[in-house]
């Protein structure tokens, strides 16, 4: 009995390293502490996190918090969606539970009530962006790459992702939503998902005291130039319809978003669609996350979750087979299966 004890320990012990926290001076620190993985998020470093904010929360000696990712390739790549494929095939259980205590932090840290500085250097993606781009003070860099990549594993954007693309100028969220694409600091600021611009070569001086930014001006980004055609086209009322009129412009980025919605899940973008003009429509980001919840338990019955980390993630073959194969197979009834109350299920977060 203590020897299985001792290795519960060790294990709490192992879990808890994948998150570093400590207090310099005036500032709580957190690292995420995965650099293989690139960071990505276990139910673990959810908890850990999720402890460390809240044992600051009323600290005096805390005046602001600081998160940053370790190695050089990123902040985060997202949740470790190879433990959430093994889940899903074996329909154990276990994602409903992170899902509920990460959408549960991503609230606390856009309602912390001392600043939360965020460093969204390098790759920033899925269940990244959660940690980060809803903190009080989001940080970009010349290497920043920020995206919410889910239609692509056929999943649907998550960690209030809906909400903050919701929100962003036009139909540029929708843009972002549908196709996964990544986006560099000028266009992740133009989208509302950072703040302030800062070379990498003046995180040090940040980091130092992170109440005083070193802003600069990012170097230019693509999507202020398109807003003509994103706006025209993903203003459409269908996904149907959005792939035609990308498909009828003439401009070549329309072209390849075209070209990119027919690689992704059919399921995945009626669905994505959906949650998105709904968001829109709720006030809050808990409201939001509720709403999320419901869908990302709903996505665990699907077979493309399963299909589209293998194609991705697992195998790397990157041909996923799509059930439905096409838009016209995916029903309104198949979609409004993603937004039906579960029953005793829920975030508690929302009336």
């Avoid at 602001?64 to 889940?87: F, K, N, P, Q």
């Avoid at 606390?108 to 980060?132: L, Q």
């Avoid at 665990?300 to 197979?329: F, M, N, Y």
């Amino acid at each position: 009995m203590a020897h299985e004890e001792s290795r519960e320990e060790l294990r709490e012990e192992l879990r808890e390293e994948e998150v570093l926290t400590g207090v310099e001076g005036r500032l709580g620190r957190i690292t995420l502490n995965r650099p293989r993985a690139l960071n990505a998020l276990t139910h673990g470093m959810v908890r850990r996190l999720d402890a460390a904010l809240a044992g600051w929360e009323q600290d005096p000696a805390v005046e602001a918090v600081v998160l940053t990712g370790a190695g050089e390739r990123g902040l985060c790549a997202g949740g470790d969606i190879r433990a959430i494929h093994e889940d899903a095939r074996a329909r154990g259980g276990a994602s409903g539970p992170f899902w509920r205590d990460e959408y549960r932090l991503n609230a606390r840290i856009a309602r912390y009530p001392k600043p939360y500085v965020a460093v969204m250097d390098g790759i920033v993606m899925g269940g990244g962006v959660g940690v980060s781009a809803h903190g009080s003070l989001r940080v970009v860099t010349e290497r920043s790459r920020v995206a919410m990549p889910e239609t692509g594993i056929g999943f649907v954007p998550d960690v209030g992702g809906t909400f903050l693309l919701s929100r962003a100028p036009g139909e540029l969220g929708t843009h972002l939503a549908l196709t996964g694409d990544a986006v560099g600091a000028a266009d992740a600021l133009l989208c509302g998902l950072a703040d302030h611009f800062v070379p990498s070569a003046e995180l040090p001086a940040l980091l130092r005291d992170a109440l005083e930014v070193p802003v600069a001006e990012a170097p230019p980004g693509e999507l202020a130039a398109a807003r003509e055609w994103i706006d025209r086209c993903y203003a459409a009322d269908t996904v149907e319809e959005i792939l035609e009129r990308l498909r009828a412009d003439g401009s070549r980025g329309a072209k390849e978003a075209a070209g990119t919605l027919e690689r992704r899940s059919p399921t995945s973008l009626k669905v994505t669609l959906a949650a998105l003009r709904r968001a829109r429509e709720l006030a809050t980001l808990e409201e939001v996350l509720e709403q999320e919840y419901r869908v990302s338990c709903a996505c665990l019955d699907s077979p493309d979750l399963v299909e589209g980390i293998r194609a991705q993630v697992v195998d790397k073959d990157r041909s996923p087979r799509w059930s439905p194969a096409t838009l016209a197979e995916v029903t309104e009834a198949d979609v409004e299966r993603f937004f039906a109350p579960r029953e005793h299920e829920g975030l508690g977060l929302a009336p």
